[in-house]
């Protein structure tokens, strides 16, 4: 199987090997509380409350604090209504990127992103100007140290997935994202434990930066992603290993 997982790399190094947990968890909180919202507490019959909820757990997020996001998003612990905001940027050297945001509080929200944007050299774009290079789909990934990889895609194959590509001894296994609950069902069941589990916007090409302007872009990454109201980043910009 082929395929370039430079991004899903990059992503998880940053989005869990690296972030710090209890922040992990805030963003997960308003995920889950926003799906409960939106389509119910019963996540057999809200399917985005249970991609949150697997999500949850593949980070290894308390049973607790699952249900309590639950009971805040349905109102049982008081009423807090997130909104959804989504921007589209270009960050130093063109690249692409999207920005996903839940917030209680929109106006702060958009001008400390603007400001993000600005001061790291990047310009926000308009409704539509990359998110055409993204593809949603199923990202799961595992330790290449515990599986062999003839032995994970073998499984991850009869399991309904669509590619798998090794990026430094991380896989990395793809999914529509119709199939992602189904397929990483199946790989708990066979007793393989992810590093990650989501669903992400993947690009369809990337962009190579030289190590100043990388440096840029990652500091730029690194400020959105500690920012309280910014739950998700993805990009195309291919980052050499040094500035991972």
């Known amino acids: 199987m082929s395929g370039h997982s430079k991004w899903a790399t990059i992503k998880h190094k940053k989005g869990l090997a690296d972030a710090k947990r209890g922040q992990m968890f805030t963003k997960l909180i308003k995920e889950i509380s926003i799906a409960a919202r939106m389509g119910g507490g019963d996540s057999n019959g809200n399917p985005r409350l249970r991609t949150a909820m697997l999500k949850a757990h593949a980070a290894n997020m308390p049973k607790d604090n699952v249900d309590r996001a639950i009971k805040k998003g349905t109102g049982e612990l008081g009423n807090s209504i997130f909104e ?13 990127m999207l920005i996903e945001v839940l917030t ?27 998110s055409y290079l993204f593809k949603r789909k199923g990202v799961l990934s595992y330790d290449g140290e515990l599986y062999g990889e003839d032995q994970l895609m073998e499984a991850a194959l009869d399991a309904g997935a669509d590619d798998m590509v090794n990026e430094e001894g991380t896989f990395i296994v793809y999914t529509d994202p119709g199939s992602f609950e189904s397929v990483l069902e199946a790989m708990n069941a066979k007793k393989f434990q992810t590093l990650g589990a989501e669903v992400s916007m993947i690009p369809d090409i990337y962009v190579a930066m030289d190590g100043e302007t990388a440096g840029k872009v990652q500091r730029l990454i690194d400020r959105l992603e500690e920012n309280e109201d910014v739950q998700n980043v993805y990009h195309n910009i291919e980052l050499p290993e040094s500035e991972d």
């Not at 959804?84 to 692409?96: K, M, Q, R, S, T």
């Open 84 to 96: 959804e905001l989504n921007y589209e940027a270009y960050a130093p050297g063109g690249g692409a």
């Open 104 to 130: 209680d509080n929109k106006n702060r929200a958009a001008a400390e992103i603007r400001n993000i944007l600005t001061r790291s050299g990047a310009n926000l774009g308009t409704t539509g100007s990359v």
